[in-house]
T-cell receptor, first 112, second 113 residues
Framework: EADIYQTPRYLVIGTGKKITLECSQT?????MYWYQQDPGMELHLIHY???????EKGDLSSESTVSRIRTEHFPLTLESARPSHTSQYLC???????????FGSGTRLTVV | KNEVEQSPQNLTAQEGEFITINCSYS?????LHWLQQHPGGGIVSLFM???GKKKHGRLIATINIQEKHSSLHITASHPRDSAVYIC???????????????FGKGTHLIIQP
């Protein structure tokens, strides 16, 4: 049973549209992460947050932005979607001081 | 740069067979994770290891920190075990930077009835 929720699960959208992918967790975890996974490839970290008002870019450069106004919520925004943004986006969270991670079900984004 | 290598990349086996998936990594780590990803894309955490061996049902995970190597075993495999199995490590940093995971490319496992 997931304690981290991502919406939508699937999204097909036209080029140039602004989109926000939602991620919420109910575990009170301080740390949250966004990973991007291109088809057939490994996941790469694109954003992370260690708490409210803390956001950093990850190892893989991304045109997306994130915000962390509340502990439980870590949305990812693309201001102008492009076909190159077609990918799967996975959200995860971790408790401070713990090495364990909880993953969401992912959002599969297709930009046409 | 940390590399996480998994083998094999693809594995097809018959129901009931004993399955082994291997993972090697190149830097010091705080923990290693074995994850399962089904066709829908969602990821389930199977194990987190920092030493030794763990068992859950038909799944067994082992790690050798000195050799920087881990294995995931599935006993009495079943078609419902068909999925992508991903090894991920949490590199040990002396300070600063993200503590996100570094992932292998995954092993695509198909168990045929």
């Amino acid at each position: 049973e997931a304690d981290i929720y991502q919406t939508p699960r699937y999204l097909v959208i036209g080029t140039g549209k602004k989109i926000t992918l939602e991620c919420s967790q109910t575990m009170g975890h301080d740390k949250m992460y966004w990973y991007q996974q291109d088809p057939g490839m490994e996941l790469h970290l694109i954003h992370y947050s260690y708490g409210v008002n803390s956001t950093e870019k990850g190892d893989l450069s991304s045109e997306s932005t994130v915000s962390r106004i509340r502990t439980e919520h870590f949305p990812l925004t693309l201001e102008s979607a492009r076909p190159s943004h077609t990918s799967q986006y996975l959200c995860a969270s971790s408790e401070r001081g713990s090495y364990g991670y909880t993953f969401g079900s992912g959002t599969r984004l297709t930009v046409v | 740069k940390n590399e996480v290598e998994q083998s094999p990349q693809n594995l097809t086996a018959q129901e009931g067979e004993f399955i082994t998936i291997n993972c090697s990594y190149s830097v010091g780590i705080s923990a290693l994770h074995w994850l399962q990803q089904h066709p829908g894309g969602g990821i389930v955490s199977l194990f987190m290891l920092s030493s030794g061996k763990k068992k859950h049902g038909r799944l067994i995970a082992t790690i050798n920190i000195q050799e920087k190597h881990s294995s995931l075993h599935i006993t009495a495999s079943h078609p419902r075990d068909s999925a992508v199995y991903i090894c991920a490590v949490r590199p040990y940093y002396s300070g600063g930077g993200a503590d996100g995971l570094t992932f292998g490319k995954g092993t695509h496992l198909i168990i045929q009835p």
